[in-house]
């Protein structure tokens, strides 16, 4: 596998989830002091950033909802070399698909309609809120995947020993963790 | 009665004429992975990952069916078998809303037990996202099919150690179901005796006992050793 840089890029995204995923990122606990001395992070959900950067590593949260997540994931592809599809709705589409069974129409007539105590409309498409996809899809479906970490959300333990396999240009050992 | 040896990964192995495959290989240690099968109750090969090689024969065959015979050379885990057993569980994890982060049974499944063991990262196939119907009109249990594999153990467990045959399948393909009585709701149900014994067998968390939310639904078969222990032997003995 090839030899990242003496700092490689490191960087997470999140689409459609509950952020439950960096959330256990975040349970590294010390262990992100010892990461942060050996990556730069160039992106995360709460960096403000245009376009892009350029990353050696990224974590994808979240399943592909909405037309926003698929032009973002497209381009954060393109601009990836090592991509990992990051706990279960970015894998299965999890909970984030639960409404797969249903028409786009009817989940949001239901969620901002029916059930609504006050009706302002329905944020989808309205060049302010992107519009749904007809259909939540996995990561894999939409750009390739390099990698898997499944989990809801994916233990910290697991995330640590692939990020830290993967910086040590090791082929990951490919434990395999439970979904859910 | 008569005794057959044969040879299962390598290893020589007696077993009694009439056994499965898979009984003699899981007595001499060797674990064949399976969701259909369930000790105490007939087999029917339904699930397909008991799929072994046996030498001199082409097709793969379901060893929970298939007899050990004299001599015979079988292979449990070879890379063909891996890779085939690997599609059969994305395939059920494609069929149906196996959403195990929001299961009764996350934690205690087999499905996805079995799909940890064979390595199982995430499913190739496209999920088919079927909208399917919950049954809550039992007092006592649940079902859903969204989760159902359609293993039938619930089928012949009814059937075989209860004796009451509540449930059975209906429907072909993509439209097969377990159905109770002539398919109206549980709740109705004419012959179920609320036992329960269906619940303890399932292997994901398709059936569940009602009040039970997220990881709570842990199974206990138990019981069917007890029965079939008895009922063959006459001992009551767990």
């Not at chain 1, 706990?87 to 984030?96: F, K, M, P, R």
């Not at chain 1, 939409?142 to 020993?161: R, T």
């Amino acid at each position: 596998m090839d030899r990242l840089g003496s700092k490689p890029r490191l960087a997470t995204i999140w689409l459609g989830g509950c952020s439950g995923c960096h959330m256990s990122f975040l349970d590294l606990d010390e262990r992100l002091i010892d990461l942060a001395g050996r990556v730069e992070l160039v992106a995360s959900p709460i960096s403000d950033y245009k376009d892009f950067p350029h990353a050696d590593i990224t974590l994808v949260e979240g399943a592909v909802a909405n037309e926003e997540h698929l032009t973002h994931v497209r381009e954060v592809r393109k601009k990836t070399r090592i991509l990992i599809s990051f706990g279960d709705c970015a894998i299965t589409g999890n909970v984030t698909a639960l409404r797969n069974a249903f028409r786009v129409d009817d989940v949001l007539n239901r969620a901002y309609r029916e059930t609504a105590a006050v009706v302002v409309g329905i944020p989808s498409g309205n060049h302010v809120v992107p519009k749904l996809l007809p259909r939540v899809r996995p990561v894999h479906e939409v750009v390739h995947v390099d990698y898997y970490l499944p989990g809801c959300p994916p233990p910290a333990d697991a995330i640590w020993q692939l990020v830290l396999e993967l910086l040590d240009g090791q082929q990951p050992a490919g434990d395999v963790r439970r979904f859910g | 009665m008569s005794v057959k040896t044969l040879q299962i990964d390598g290893k020589m192995i007696t077993g009694s004429d009439g056994d499965s495959i898979f009984t003699v290989a899981w007595e001499h240690g060797i674990h064949i992975p399976r969701l259909c099968h369930i000790g105490g109750i007939s087999d029917v090969g339904a699930c397909r990952l008991c799929l072994v090689e046996v030498e001199g024969q082409r097709r793969l065959q379901a060893s929970c069916l298939t007899p050990v015979q004299e001599g015979m050379v079988v292979h449990t885990d070879t890379e063909r078998l891996r890779a085939q057993r690997k599609l059969i569980v994305e395939l059920l994890m494609a069929e149906r809303n196996h959403v195990c982060a929001v299961c009764v049974a996350n934690g205690a499944c087999e499905l996805q037990d079995l799909a940890m063991r064979l390595g199982v990262d995430h499913v190739r196939v496209r999920y088919r996202f079927p909208s399917l119907p919950v049954d809550l009109t039992h007092e006592r249990f649940g079902m859903d099919h969204n989760r159902c594999i359609l293993c039938t153990r619930c089928v012949r467990v009814c059937d075989e150690v209860e004796g009451a045959h509540t449930w059975d399948v209906a429907g072909r393909g993509a439209g097969c179901r377990v159905i109770t009585d002539m398919g109206q709701p549980w709740g109705q149900s004419d012959t179920c005796t609320s036992c329960g014994k269906c619940v303890q067998v399932c292997p994901t968390g398709a059936l569940f006992s009602k009040g039970k939310t997220v990881a709570e639904m842990e199974k206990d078969r138990g019981f069917l050793k007890y029965i079939v222990t008895a009922r063959e032997k006459g001992q009551w003995i767990g």
